[in-house]
């Protein structure tokens, strides 16, 4: 892919392992010898010409100084600006992964009457390092709900903690943050002017997906991330065995979005998500402290 930025690496030798084609690859390209450290995620990628899977790890230490030996170009790129780069389609949730939360907090609906208790457990998750939150509410009554979403919006600004609206495009104009589309939304035709708006305002942009065709579409409308599931079953849907992780993985390969992986996800999950090429997990059971 001439032209595109990508991170150092290579193919995997047959008998090879990973760490092994690693060092080798490092070796050859950047005339360094690395030490190989903790995996940071796998991104299964279907290309229209091949099928292959980045088994991405952190290195912290190395000797020699990187060279282009193959007289390729080379830059140091801060963090911040890594997504600013052409890259190829699987590098890209390697670049989320860098920069983006590994989880997503999806509030569970506020309780009858106690909204000091809602607004306190929001805190709390928020002061454990929660960094992107998604307020959902679909029976709290409409004024009371305004009210609790101004609320918790100020808590997460605090915070510096990235706030979404499930699915009033409106409601998350008015707080100034993001939406998080349900997936009906995106393809209905009715909310494209708003999405549009919404997206040129410089505001983020989610959505929740159950098929390939959500994630195409999703990425069509150049979401930043979106959610994917249920992977597994559920406490309040027990009846839904869940997509399972291989359909996951596959259906992960056909776009370079970050994706959370929900349903059934806990925090000791997320190795396992970014081992299928999720970002982390979405959750509110697993999360809400």
Known sequence: MAGLWEFPGGKVEPGESSERALQREL?????????VGTPLICVPQQYPDKRLVLDVREVHA?????KG?????LIWAPPHLLASYPMPPADRPVVAAL????????????????DAAWLAALQHALAAGIQRVQLRARDCETGR?????ASAAELCRDARAELLINGDIAMAARLDCGVHLRSTQLHDRECAPAI???????RVLAASCHATQDLVRAQELDCGFVVLGPVQATVTHA??????WDVFSRMREQVSLPIYALGGMRVDDI????????????AIRGLWV
């Open 62 to 66: 190395y000797e020699g100084t990187p």
């Open 239 to 244: 009846d839904i065995s869940g997509i399972g």
């Open 271 to 282: 190795p396992a998500a970014r081992n299928y090429g999720a970002q982390g997990i979405a």
């Open 99 to 114: 920069r983006q939360p590994d989880r997503y907090l999806i509030t569970p609906e506020p309780g009858a009457s106690d």
């Open 69 to 73: 030996l193959d007289g390729q170009a």
């Open 196 to 202: 549009k708006q919404h997206a040129s305002a410089g």
């Open 27 to 35: 070796h050859e390209e950047l005339g360094i010898h690395a030490s």
């Open 145 to 149: 709900w305004e009210r609790l979403a």
